[in-house]
């Protein structure tokens, strides 16, 4: 996976991606990640990229060509023409599933937008995804970036080293995920549940499974009703309705 960054900001990007597991997997090829600066590609000596909305307004647009100019540098580099994800509150709201279909590219290009926006002819050109990270607004596009690519990058293979980690976890089947607990075995009077010192495998996972859905039904209702649950599971979801409130 190859992650390209359009950016007035490419060094908050670079440094924010290449600390922890991201690092690591840059480190090891696993992903890359290029940042183009925006500001490169303005043609004016005093590299501005933004200027006054055509029919007034307050703030500024970024304008098309320093934006098209990044892209192109871009596109030419890599030899195809990529998606390309304009960050923007007003896209769809990012999932996992959407995770899922963009870990599939080879290369991925995010525009990160500033101030009031960007020139809407070049969205037209370029832009294959509008995406929103959430229902609230944010001062640019460069923090959404970095949620999609943590997101999409723990998918690609080699990532983490725990392959089977990215499978059995939250939003797997619509549920969340099961509580966890390491030693010590008491800690604040508080003991570990007794099941998962058992060693018995099927009641281990039996009970996680039942946290699971526990969980999703107290936290996540919403989440619950588009998960498959067996016609037991549903049973012990009724029998335990009054420990959820
Ligand atoms: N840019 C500003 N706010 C945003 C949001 N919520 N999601 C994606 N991009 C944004």
């Known amino acids: 996976m190859r992650f390209h960054v359009l950016t007035l900001f490419p060094e908050m990007v670079e440094q924010a991606m290449n600390t922890s597991i991201l690092g690591r997997a840059i480190g090891q090829g696993k992903i890359s990640l290029k940042t183009t600066d925006i500001r490169d590609y303005a043609a004016n000596k005093h590299n501005k990229v933004d200027d006054t909305p055509y029919g007034g307004g307050a703030g500024m647009v970024m304008q098309a060509p320093p934006v098209y100019g990044a892209y192109e540098a871009v596109t030419e580099e890599i030899g195809h023409t990529p998606r390309v994800i304009y960050l923007t509150p007003q896209g769809k709201v990012f999932h996992q599933k959407m995770a899922e279909e963009f870990a599939k590219e080879e290369d991925l290009v995010f525009l990160c937008g500033h101030y009031e ?21 944010l001062t640019g596009g460069e923090m959404p970036a970095m949620v999609m690519m943590d997101a999409i990058a723990r998918l690609v293979p080699g990532v983490l080293h725990n392959e089977t980690s990215a499978e059995f976890e939250s939003f797997q089947d619509n549920l969340l995920e099961y509580p966890q607990y390491s030693r010590p075995e008491i800690w604040h009077g508080k003991r570990v549940p007794e099941v998962l010192l058992s060693g ?44 959820i409130q």
Do not use: C
């Open 117 to 137: 926006g960007i020139d809407e002819r070049v969205l037209d050109e370029i832009v294959t995804d509008y995406v929103s990270i959430g229902d609230y607004v």
């Open 200 to 243: 018995h495998h099927a009641n281990i996972d039996k009970w996680r499974r039942e946290q699971s859905i526990l969980r999703t039904a107290r936290w996540r209702p919403d989440l619950l009703e588009k998960a498959r649950l067996t016609s037991k599971e549903k049973e012990f979801l009724k029998k335990h309705q009054t420990e």
